[in-house]
């Protein structure tokens, strides 16, 4: 089944390569979305695809060495039209 999902991940996310990891892992897992960093230290990001691939997609995340995720949140939301995965920059 194909969802869409909203994220926001806390802990140590920043400046460690959380961004390029999911551009990575993302697009190994047929995904598409974007991933960014935000003001507050969080990053946010939105996964499209197969509801199994989205879960293995934050799993590889995750075990990245210097990636530590303290919290995520997420919910559902509708799909959208797009192709591929985007790196953006902070908002």
């Known amino acids: ?23 990575y892992a993302a697009l190994s897992r047929g995904l598409t979305g974007y991933v960014r960093n935000l003001s507050d ?21 995750d075990s990245g060495h210097f990636i530590h995720i303290d919290g995520i949140e997420s919910k559902e939301i509708p799909l959208s039209e797009e192709s591929g995965f985007k790196v953006l920059g902070s908002y």
């Open 41 to 61: 230290g969080t990053v946010e990001m939105e996964l499209q695809g197969d509801s199994n691939a989205i879960s293995q997609c934050i799993g590889d995340i």
């Open 1 to 23: 089944m194909i969802i869409r999902k909203h994220f926001i991940f806390s802990g140590s996310v920043q400046g460690v390569g959380f961004r390029y990891r999911a551009h």
